[in-house]
């Protein structure tokens, strides 16, 4: 949430704050809005991306894998492997793959997007 004085503040820079130019908004968007939103923008982010891989349910109960795998995704691979060809060792390395997959993407978009930093202070 953007507090409502740093708003006020920005409509203080120009002369004429009332002025009707709409590039003026468009710089206090960029300049003040957009950064304060910065950390909520990051967790939308990483928590869209984790939820594009959870597709396991949609390709199970649609097209199980589809016609010639392909449809297949990761998660399906995992899950046949365990408990159609039984190799619970594999499908387990393959999930924890999918961790550290999952894990360096998600501190990758945390550093690139700097959502620890607050623009407040």
Known sequence: MVPNDATATAA?????????DPSEANIQFRRITLPLLRPILALVLIMTVIGSFQVFDTVSVTTQGGPADASRVLQMYIYQNAFAEYEFGYASALSVALLLILMVITFA?????RAGQSDLD
């Open 12 to 20: 203080t820079w120009h002369p004429n704050p009332r002025s009707a």
């Open 109 to 113: 978009q945390y550093w690139l997007t």
